[in-house]
């Protein structure tokens, strides 16, 4: 599945942060805050530009990992 590929992605990439928890987990966290309805609720209800909602994501994923 699509889904499976950006999870294995992502995957990737939290290991290469050397991040030491639940790495599947967090995965599927990151990319649940992408699904298209809530980003779609957030671009017409909020009205957030793509612009913030890259840096609001960058932001959330800083919170989580460790300074790389």
């Known amino acids: 599945s699509v889904y499976a590929a950006y999870r294995a992605h992502v ?27 809530l980003v779609l609720f957030q671009r017409r209800e909020l009205e957030m530009s793509p612009e913030l909602l890259e840096r609001c994501w960058g932001e959330l994923v800083r919170a989580l990992l460790p300074a790389a």
């Open 11 to 37: 995957t990737a990439l939290l290991v290469e942060t050397g991040y030491g928890g639940q790495i599947g987990y967090l995965a599927d966290v990151l990319l649940g805050a992408l699904v298209t309805e």
